[in-house]
């Protein structure tokens, strides 16, 4: 009998997949594709993916070698998510190894066995545990402790730690620092049931008429693919929306995937679903350690659970029965990977909702302009919720700085208004989308200022560290006591950040509890969900925060949110600079009267007469996104043509442009239908100590441009190897940085 060749997708960066021999033992009833292969590779023995099984290979039979072991006894990838893999290395052009071990967790990729093992004990909380809770002092500096004591107190007869996942960062630790305080304690399972449904399920709400023919028009197409815009106003009840069309699902016996963008909106999404679905869930996302996100993995495969949670890589997910999937805040950037396989989440998730068959539900309250004119060319199809559940959207209020005296950039008006929201004893929300106390320190006698060391960017001044950091490359060094060039000690830190927010409001505020969220205070782990509830609970007044108090946040009793610094997104050097602005203003908005009070938002600018700034503020976001679309289409940019960049870094200038002058005379040629932009260097040259270019490739037709990237792409990989040159190609490239 011949041997049997089989074709290996390895985990690497090389473009091509891998002949190898099948084991001279191995039954060839025991080979599909899917299964995990440890395969010789150079000097070392690593895990690869089989993708085909051949009786001949095109390179000479006698150079080939012989696959080590077979790891699976099932596939681990099925044909769907192969089917997905495929499509997604073809699109954007990167090597088929990495992109399939992308899909994968990572102790699979290490060659974990693929099953789920034995159930583990469930967890109660004990009499201690609860007096510990009842008592304020006990827990007050252990707020995830609390957090996980508080859900424990659900289920007094216990609950299997797969459960868990998600309510906290690191479950597992946890659990074992409350052991030791004999909080709670671990009991024999109940069944063999791994994840225990909640004790009892919360009441719907009640719908009104635009969710209700939402619901309607997407369940009549729970047997098709669909794609539906969700397009509903913060506070609109898209969540509400989410929850009766999984419940649709569940009931046909199906699954439902939900994909949000960052893990800080997942711990709240998941208390709703929980509260509601009887079903069992499970959560993917980087917060959680690698075992969790591996039996999370494999009960989403083996259809234990029947809703999978996840931040952008669970779009890889393994589903047995899959029925719907949901992108929620889909205009989010975060769902587009930026390093490695930049695939866009929500772009694969439309084209697997396609292959499988299935409706994908697209929601936000403030639309990528590629969704929007997607609905305009009929490919989706839009479903409107035009009002707030039980309240209406806060009016938006624009503060001329121009002329205006400043206190710390902070407006009289806006002081003010924060005085009189706090006088009522209601919260008050400002953002600011720049972190530590100013973007600058600068000497007033020469002209000095903090510049990186090794990047074409200032380095932010950060007080209560007393340090300057680069917010780019992450260098970091303690903040200058003189100027080191002409030793003047008068150095000033000029801009604003949250920390000097925070400063100068703790000054005009004193008696007033404040909170400030961004990256800087909430590295340890579970403080960002320990301050969110403290917030939800009514505790500060003041609250100071990045983007990352924006979005799907519900803080009742919000009712003033002011936008610090709005001129940040007009001007901005990317084209999407004004439709982030747009987001980032409507999103920020949203979190103001949520409840039973009216809300209000102030916007501080100095272009009050921005066009578009002016549209969004009068007429809402629909009718900003159809002038920012015109004036796309205008300028021939996304949506209405299609781009790919080229990138290539250097540790001199001249290697990263000599790669892309290269790279653009390969092109010429090719290039029917393209056309062909640069190289030029990238809007921040030196990052990280490296030079960095770009050519940027556009095209009116799709077909085009990947027509001429599948000839241009393996001349870049064959006839030009400057090892000194680090390059990648980003398709559909949502940064031009």
Same mark, same amino acid.
């Given at each position: 009998?011949? #041997?049997?060749?089989?074709?290996?997708?390895?985990?690497?960066?090389?473009?091509?997949?891998?002949?190898?021999?099948?084991?001279?033992?191995?039954?060839?009833?025991?080979?599909?594709?899917?299964?995990?292969?440890?395969?010789?590779?150079?000097?070392?023995?690593?895990?690869?993916?089989?993708?085909?099984?051949?009786?001949?290979?095109?390179?000479?039979?006698?150079?080939?070698?012989?696959?080590?072991?077979?790891?699976?006894?099932?596939?681990?990838?099925?044909?769907?998510?192969?089917?997905l893999l495929e499509w997604a290395r073809h699109y954007y052009h990167h090597p088929p190894g990495e992109v399939f071990a992308t899909a994968l967790p990572v102790l699979l990729r290490q060659g974990e066995p693929a099953l789920l093992p034995v159930p583990t004990p469930c967890w109660r909380i004990t009499p201690a545990g609860q007096?510990?809770?009842?008592?304020?002092?006990?827990?007050?500096?252990a707020p995830v402790q609390r957090l996980l004591l508080d859900h424990l107190l659900q289920y007094p007869?216990?609950?299997?730690?797969?459960? /868990?996942?998600?309510?906290?960062?690191?479950?597992?630790?946890?659990?074992?620092?409350?052991?030791?305080?004999?909080?709670?304690?671990?009991?024999a399972p109940a069944g063999e049931s791994w994840l225990d449904p909640p004790p009892a399920r919360g009441p719907s709400l009640i719908l009104n008429e635009a969710q209700a023919a939402a619901i309607a028009a997407v369940a009549a197409e729970l047997e098709r693919f669909q794609v539906f815009l969700l397009e509903g106003v913060t506070g609109s009840g898209k969540t509400e929306v989410y929850l009766h069309l999984i419940e649709a699902v569940l009931a046909r016996d199906r699954q439902a995937l939900v994909l949000v963008p960052e893990i800080g909106l997942t711990p709240q999404l998941l208390a709703r679903f929980r509260e509601r679905l009887p079903e069992p869930l499970a959560v993917l996302h980087s917060g959680l350690g690698d075992r969790e996100r591996l039996n999370a993995w494999l009960l989403a495969r083996d259809g234990i659970a029947r809703v999978v949670v996840g931040t952008r890589s669970a779009v890889f997910a393994p589903l047995q029965r899959p029925g719907l999937l949901i992108v929620d805040e889909e205009h989010d950037t975060s769902f587009k990977q930026q390093e490695g396989f930049r695939y866009h989440a929500r772009d694969l998730?439309?084209?697997? $909702?396609?292959?499988?068959?299935?409706?994908?539900?697209?929601?936000?309250?403030?639309?990528?302009?590629?969704?929007?004119?997607?609905?305009?060319?009929?490919?989706?199809?839009?479903?409107?919720?035009?009002?707030?559940?039980? $309240?209406?959207?806060?009016?938006? #209020?624009?503060?001329? /700085?121009r002329r205006q005296p400043l206190t710390e950039g902070l407006s009289q008006p806006l002081l003010e208004r924060i005085q009189a929201h706090l006088a009522r004893d209601e919260q008050v929300l400002l953002f600011l989308n720049r972190r530590g106390f100013a973007p600058v320190l600068f000497c007033h006698e020469c002209g000095w200022s903090s510049q990186c060391r090794h990047c074409d960017a200032r380095m932010t001044f950060h007080l209560r560290q007393r340090r300057l950091l680069c917010h780019h490359c992450g260098d970091n060094r303690?903040?200058?006591?003189?100027?080191? /060039?002409?030793?003047?000690?008068? /150095?000033?830190?000029?801009?604003?950040?949250?920390?000097?927010?925070?400063?100068?409001?703790?000054?005009?505020?004193?008696?007033?509890?404040?909170?400030?969220?961004?990256?800087?205070?909430?590295?340890r782990r579970g403080s960002l969900e320990a301050l969110l509830a403290d917030?939800?609970? *009514?505790?500060?007044?003041?609250?100071?925060?990045?983007?990352?108090?924006?979005? *799907?946040?519900?803080?009742?009793?919000?009712?003033?949110? *002011?936008?610090v610094d709005a001129d940040q997104g007009l001007y901005g050097v990317d084209f999407r600079a004004s439709e982030r602005m747009a987001q980032l203003i409507l999103q920020v908005a949203g979190r103001a009267g949520r409840a039973d009070k009216p809300g209000t938002v102030l916007i501080q600018t100095h272009h009050p007469n921005h066009p578009l700034l002016k549209i969004l503020v009068s007429q809402g976001y629909p009718a900003f996104a159809a002038a920012?679309?015109?004036?796309?289409?205008?300028?021939?940019?996304?949506?209405?043509?299609?781009?790919?960049?080229?990138?290539? #870094?250097?540790?001199?200038?001249?290697?990263?442009?000599?790669?892309?002058?290269?790279?653009?005379?390969?092109?010429?040629?090719?290039?029917?239908?393209?056309?062909?932009?640069?190289?030029?260097?990238?809007?921040?040259?030196?990052?990280?100590?490296?030079?960095?270019?770009?050519?940027?490739?556009?095209?009116?037709?799709?077909?085009d441009l990947h027509r001429f990237l599948d000839l241009w792409v393996p001349l870049l990989r064959t006839q030009h190897r400057d090892h000194r040159v680090r390059w990648s190609l980003d398709v559909d490239p949502i940064e031009l940085y």
């Open positions: 009998m011949p #041997e049997l060749i089989l074709r290996v997708a390895v985990p690497s960066p090389l473009p091509q997949t891998f002949d190898y021999l099948a084991p001279p033992d191995c039954d060839p009833a025991a080979l599909r594709p899917g299964l995990r292969i440890r395969v010789p590779f150079g000097r070392r023995r690593i895990i690869g993916f089989l993708l085909e099984i051949n009786p001949r290979t095109e390179r000479n039979p006698d150079s080939l070698r012989s696959v080590d072991a077979i790891i699976d006894t099932e596939p681990v990838l099925s044909p769907e998510l192969i089917a007096n510990a809770l009842a008592a304020p002092a006990a827990l007050r500096r007869d216990g609950i299997a730690i797969e459960s /868990l996942l998600g309510v906290v960062r690191n479950t597992a630790a946890t659990l074992h620092a409350l052991h030791e305080k004999t909080w709670v304690e671990p009991i998730a439309v084209i697997r $909702g396609q292959q499988l068959g299935v409706p994908v539900v697209l929601g936000s309250a403030t639309p990528a302009l590629e969704s929007c004119h997607n609905v305009q060319r009929r490919r989706y199809r839009l479903l409107r919720l035009p009002e707030r559940v039980g $309240g209406t959207e806060p009016p938006i #209020e624009i503060l001329d /700085l303690p903040a200058d006591a003189a100027c080191p /060039l002409c030793g003047s000690i008068d /150095l000033r830190a000029l801009g604003h950040g949250t920390e000097r927010l925070e400063t100068v409001l703790r000054r005009e505020f004193p008696s007033t509890a404040l909170t400030r969220i961004d990256r800087d205070s909430t590295r917030i939800q609970a *009514g505790g500060p007044r003041l609250l100071i925060g990045t983007q990352m108090l924006a979005k *799907g946040h519900h803080f009742p009793a919000v009712t003033l949110v *002011g936008i920012a679309l015109t004036e796309r289409r205008a300028a021939w940019l996304p949506p209405f043509t299609h781009q790919a960049l080229l990138r290539a #870094e250097a540790v001199a200038a001249e290697q990263a442009t000599a790669f892309l002058r290269a790279g653009l005379a390969l092109a010429e040629p090719l290039a029917d239908g393209v056309e062909l932009l640069g190289p030029a260097p990238a809007p921040m040259e030196r990052r990280a100590g490296r030079y960095r270019a770009q050519l940027l490739l556009q095209a009116a037709q799709r077909q």
